[in-house]
Nanobody
Framework: QVQLVESGGGLVQAGSSLTLSCASS????????VGWFRQAPGKEREFVAG????????VYADSVKGRFTISRDSAKNTVYLQMNSLKSEDTAVYYC??????????????????WGRGTQVTVSS
């Protein structure tokens, strides 16, 4: 069983940076593709970034391309989301998710099997 825990959220000003972490207790994340999603009040959960099992393939939503970077550290069993140049529209609860996969990066919520509880990111303008 994969149990995901997000951390690193907080309240920051526009233009600032934050790094979110997604750690797994239980099974190693090395066999899993991992994605970051976010959900703002009144909106559907949306894909932010994803990384495949090896870390060799990443995908980003157009809205965060060039500002966010997803990476993974197998030794620490953790996936990170580095967020730079934050905007007020980035305000949301951020979730990480995992699915057992060899090569593919998935971009929709139904494709993921395991989810964390989320961490709040609030960007003030």
């Amino acid at each position: 069983q994969v149990q995901l825990v997000e951390s690193g959220g907080g309240l920051v000003q526009a233009g600032s940076s934050l790094t979110l972490s997604c750690a797994s207790s239980g099974r190693t994340l090395s066999d899993y593709a991992v994605g970051w999603f976010r959900q703002a009040p009144g909106k559907e959960r949306e894909f932010v970034a994803g990384i495949n099992r090896s870390g060799g393939s990443t995908v980003y939503a157009d809205s965060v391309k060039g500002r966010f970077t997803i990476s993974r550290d197998s030794a620490k069993n953790t996936v990170y989301l580095q967020m730079n140049s934050l905007k007020s529209e980035d305000t949301a609860v951020y979730y990480c998710a995992a699915v057992r996969s060899i090569r593919t990066v998935f971009t929709t919520p139904p494709e993921y099997d395991y989810w964390g509880r989320g961490t709040q990111v609030t960007v003030s303008s």
